[in-house]
């Protein structure tokens, strides 16, 4: 069985400053750990994902997201946030041995001007 | 060029009608899904096809029913349409061989049921 979830509905910052979004998963086997992006009356984007390896994966429009083993988390984060990042962001994970990814509730960022 | 593409976008129809959205990707993956997302944004897997075969078939109403001809496409079919209907249907595909692989999303159907 995998699930993951995304303690917070929504994740307020302001321009400019430091953003995180939460992910823990869990999964039977290993783990691939995936974020997307969607903004209003759009399909999903994806951002970047994690196999294997670094722990710390960089993706699109200069987010990142950091493996943690030992807590079974993938937040993201993203050093310097700006208005056009607000939007909704699902975390998924799929166990290596399954087809199909399982997402998040996700989390509407708002990035305050 | 769009990747995985689905149509019609909007989809207005009422209650205890037949409808299909269509579904199509252009980047020879093997493995497709259907998606509902609801009201609040919650996404569910409905069914995942790999190579043509029916790999997932979540608890989805009887009156849902995929169709694959071939790798490239999967339509849903809804058969006595009802307001519980109304969401938002993603289509995505994923080539399942390669580890790791990310999804494409198609752009999304709005279904409302009148």
């Known amino acids: 069985a995998q699930s993951v979830a995304q303690p917070e509905d929504q994740v307020n910052v302001a321009e400019g400053n430091p953003l995180t979004v939460k992910c823990t998963y869990s999964?039977?086997?290993?783990?691939?750990l995936f974020w997307y992006v969607q903004y209003p009356n759009r399909g999903l984007q994806f951002l970047l994902k994690y196999i294997t390896g670094d722990n710390l994966v960089k993706g699109s429009y200069g987010f990142e997201a950091e493996f943690n083993k030992s807590q079974t988390s993938f937040h993201l984060k993203k050093p310097s946030a700006l208005v056009s990042d607000s939007a909704l962001y699902f975390c998924?994970?799929?166990?290596?041995?399954?087809?199909?990814?399982?997402f998040g509730r996700g989390t509407s960022l708002i990035v305050h001007p | 060029d769009t990747a995985v593409s689905q149509t019609p976008k909007y989809l207005v129809t009422q209650m205890g009608n037949d409808k299909s959205i269509k579904c199509e990707q252009n980047?020879?993956?093997?493995?497709m899904y259907w998606y509902k997302q609801d009201s609040k944004k919650f996404l569910k897997i409905m069914f995942s096809?790999?190579?043509?075969?029916?790999?997932i078939n979540e608890t989805v109403p009887n009156r849902f029913s995929p169709k694959s001809p071939d790798k490239a496409h999967l339509n849903l079919h809804i058969n006595s349409l009802e307001l519980g209907d109304s969401a938002v249907y993603f289509c995505?595909?994923?080539?399942f061989g390669q580890g790791g692989a990310e999804a494409f999303f198609g752009q999304g159907t709005r279904l409302t049921v009148v």
């Open positions: 995505a595909s994923s080539q």
């Open positions: 998924a994970v799929r166990d290596i041995r399954s087809y199909i990814p399982t």
């Open positions: 096809y790999n190579n043509k075969e029916l790999i």
């Open positions: 999964v039977s086997g290993n783990p691939y």
């Open positions: 980047l020879g993956h093997d493995t």
